[in-house]
């Protein structure tokens, strides 16, 4: 004869309806959720079930394999802005006041506002084509500043001519000082138009350098940044104007390429007609500057 329970209460109709005790450590603490018990959303499920994917760790994957994908194309070999105008500007201008400073016997047989005059008017045109940024580049802008590049090295290469001449002349009666500042001028001169000179015609331009893709023209100057791998060579690194300058300098102090690397002829021409301008002139003016001291 079965025995009955307590008064109030009911023994259970069905064994399954009470299960085994819950394990010390399955059992929800004060304030837990209940759903702590099933070990959480993201647990391992039992039967050999899986985590769920954290979507914060999916979007930074995605993110990390975007940036990836962009930094196997370098800057200078996919479309981008144009640089800004300024530096180009500042140095232009430094040019102009370089040559108004030379002294009129350096200047002859053209008067000596002439060239500079030239040149600030070609300069104001070229910065109402492309104010902020070098991106417009039609037949006549590119013309504009072939001829203001011309320019610029013509009468510097005048400068340098009377300069070398008066040196050479018995009699001179130059101070060692005069002679010492007309030929810095004519040195930094010198240094402006060559870097002039390569900007404009490395890979066709300022603008066509923004191009990149397949219809990219092959480089005619190698940076050290070309050739270095991704991870050590900034993403968004592409040669401006300020890169140019400091081929310019080194070429004109070492008198050889240093970092920068000519590729294509004409590059290796000019870089030696550079070269040797600027070891004549300053080796004509130290001497003779040496020589009156």
């Known amino acids: 004869m079965a025995e009955s329970g307590a008064p109030g209460e009911q023994a259970?109709?069905?064994?399954?309806?009470?299960?085994?005790?819950?394990?010390?450590?399955?059992?929800?603490?004060?304030?837990?959720?209940?759903?702590?018990?099933?070990?959480?959303?993201?647990?391992a499920r039992p039967g050999g079930g899986h985590r769920l994917p954290d979507p914060w760790n999916e979007v930074m994957h995605l993110a990390d394999q975007v940036a990836a994908a962009r930094t196997l194309v370098p800057a200078w070999r996919r479309p981008t802005r144009g640089e800004h105008r300024w530096p180009v500007t500042v140095t232009v201008v430094v040019a102009i006041v370089l040559q108004i400073r030379l002294s009129d016997a350096l200047t002859k047989p053209l008067p000596h506002l002439l060239l500079p005059l030239l040149e600030i008017a070609l300069g104001v045109g070229l910065g109402v084509a492309n104010p902020v940024r070098i991106e417009r580049r039609g037949k006549v802008v590119r013309a504009a500043s072939i001829a203001l590049i011309v320019l610029i090295t013509a009468a510097n290469a005048t400068s340098a001519i009377l300069l070398v001449h008066a040196i050479?002349?018995?009699?001179s009666t130059a101070t060692a000082t005069a002679l010492l500042a007309s030929g810095a001028s004519v040195w930094a001169t010198n240094v402006i138009a060559f870097a002039l000179w390569y900007w404009e015609f490395d890979r066709g331009g300022p603008v066509e350098r923004t191009v990149g893709g397949t219809t990219m023209r092959p480089p005619d100057f190698l940076f050290p940044q070309m050739g270095l791998t991704p991870d050590l060579a900034p993403p968004d690194w592409e040669p401006h104007f300020i890169d140019y300058l400091y081929l310019s300098f080194t070429n004109a102090t070492a008198f050889s390429p240093t970092d920068v690397l000519p590729l294509a002829r004409w590059a290796k021409c000019t870089m030696a007609v550079q070269s040797g301008v600027a070891l004549l002139v300053g080796v004509l003016v130290i001497a003779r500057a040496i020589n009156i001291l």
Do not use: F, I, T
Request: charge should be neutral; proline fraction near 22%; charged fraction near 20%.
């Open 12 to 43: 259970p109709q069905n064994p399954g309806d009470q299960g085994a005790p819950e394990p010390a450590g399955m059992r929800p603490g004060p304030g837990e959720p209940a759903s702590r018990k099933d070990g959480g959303a993201g647990a």
């Open 168 to 171: 050479l002349k018995p009699g």
